[in-house]
């Protein structure tokens, strides 16, 4: 082993407070020293690789170090790596916020950035309510979001966030959202199909838009994939629906599409499966290609013209130092010639058929249930029995994932398969064979 391999794992545990983590854990977990990544490939200052199957916590979309954006973001190095985008113009954010809007046929024409997914949902919610108040309508400042929904971990994204870990400590300092059934189609009742399932929630909508519509803004919903929850998916029904209620009882629709836009349903936004576009489309992580934080809220010219007047306050005055910034929206656009220059959204198709294919037997399995996948994401939920002392599925999949050579991360026990889309037949037999092998040893331990 080499010297400085001990080193950086242990520094980085007394210097760096790592994300989502309770850092004691790492006495019994050990930390990845990852020192450089090629393709779908993480290697480690030991010399060993893992298939990045997670694309990165979701934001790799065209594997790592990939040359065309590597050249995109070294040649915007070289002309303007950075300026404030109040005041001030560039060529890479326009461009950015033309080709979007045409992604949506110019329905969503006007984009704001912002740094990270968090921001973008702080400033749907902030637009939305200021845009009925510049309307005249102040009184409408609810916000109603999904069971089980995730929207990130700012005050006002965590309030319309309904995972208990992450929110629960936090409950005090969060403003009141109203809740509605969750449609993941798991919740189907005996005989129920997904699109009924999906039937029986939005009559909670509607209930409570009949009762309350004149205080409510919007309502935030991740389009057919609510992913932090565990990959619930849910039947495109339940988008349409809630489309025509918003339009029934002046309610905006925002859609988070933070996770699953960028062709991770199988579409370019997950939102045109539904035949639907939101008020607000909220956009990041994949949208620079896992390079660079940048985020996005495309909005309507009707919101748009909500705040397009002579007084200052009419505007919308938020602001993040570094919105738009050139490196990142120089990335997205190499992002976005690579979904023209791969035909990603069709080769995908094949790609993710045969990983598929490959995890079929657990349909069969006696541990497994709800094998599922919508687009470029699989899933599949484990019953194991954790003993005392021991650390929980999550975990032990995890670690026995690694040792299989694929970097995974169950949420609860859920585990799921959201790689790049650039595997390659010996790729995916790779990730197939770690992602049933890693079952079987964790379920093994448990004999
Ligand atoms: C990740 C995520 C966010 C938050 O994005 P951050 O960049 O982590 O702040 C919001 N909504 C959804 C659906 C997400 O998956």
Redesign the pocket.
């Known amino acids: 082993m080499q010297p400085s391999t001990p080193d950086l794992v242990t520094r980085s545990l007394r210097a760096v407070w790592h994300p989502c983590t309770q850092m004691k854990h790492h006495e019994r977990i050990p930390l990845l020293p990852i020192v450089r990544a090629q393709g779908a490939w993480l290697h480690d200052a030991h010399g060993r690789r893992y298939l990045d199957g997670i694309s990165s916590?979701?934001v790799n979309l065209f594997g790592h170090a990939h040359p065309a954006i590597n050249a995109a973001v070294t040649e915007q190095l070289g002309t303007l790596e950075h300026v404030m985008l109040a005041g001030c113009t560039h060529e890479p954010a326009v461009l950015l916020a033309e080709r979007l809007s045409a992604l949506t046929d110019g329905t969503l024409g006007h984009a704001f950035f912002a740094s990270?997914?968090?921001?973008?949902?702080e400033i749907a919610l902030k637009m939305s309510f200021h845009f009925w108040r510049n309307h005249g309508h102040a009184d409408k400042r609810d916000f109603v979001c999904i069971d089980n929904?995730?929207?990130?971990?700012?005050l006002g994204?965590l309030a319309v966030t309904d995972v208990a870990l992450f929110r629960d400590a936090y409950g005090p300092l969060l403003r009141h959202a109203h809740r509605v059934p969750s449609p993941d189609a798991r919740l189907a009742l005996p005989g129920e199909s997904p699109a009924q399932l999906a039937t029986r929630a939005l009559a909670e909508v509607a209930r409570l838009f009949e009762a309350r519509a004149s205080h409510i803004a919007a309502i935030i919903v991740?389009p057919l994939v609510?992913?932090?929850a565990g990959m619930a998916m849910h039947h495109p029904s339940y988008l349409s629906g809630l489309r025509r209620l918003c339009d029934a009882h002046g309610v905006h629709l925002i859609a988070?599409?933070?996770?699953?836009g960028f062709g991770r349903t199988g579409t370019f936004f997950a939102h045109e499966q539904a035949g639907i576009r939101p008020d607000f489309l909220?956009l990041?992580?994949g949208i620079s290609g896992g390079y660079l934080?940048l985020?996005v809220v495309l909005s309507t010219d009707d919101v748009h013209a909500a705040f397009y007047a002579d007084e200052v306050a009419r505007g919308f005055l938020h602001s993040h130092s570094y919105t738009g910034n050139p490196l990142a929206c120089r990335a997205a656009l190499a992002t976005l010639d690579l979904f023209e220059s791969t035909d990603a959204i069709a080769t995908n198709q094949a790609r993710f058929d045969a990983l598929e294919q490959g995890l079929h037997a657990l349909a069969s399995h006696p541990r497994v249930t709800h094998l599922r996948r919508r687009g470029a994401i699989l899933a599949f939920d484990v019953d194991d029995h954790v003993q005392a002392g021991q650390l929980g599925f999550a975990q032990r999949y995890a670690r026995h994932a690694l040792a299989a050579g694929a970097l995974l991360r169950p949420i609860g026990r859920t585990v799921y398969l959201m790689p790049p889309y650039i595997l390659d037949e010996e790729e995916i037999a790779q990730l197939i064979t770690a992602t049933l092998d890693a079952l079987e040893r964790t379920l093994n331990e448990n004999q």
């Open positions: 916590w979701w990270d997914g968090a921001s973008a949902v929904g995730y929207h990130g971990e700012t994204a991740e609510q992913c932090a988070d599409e933070i996770a699953v909220c990041s992580k934080p985020s």
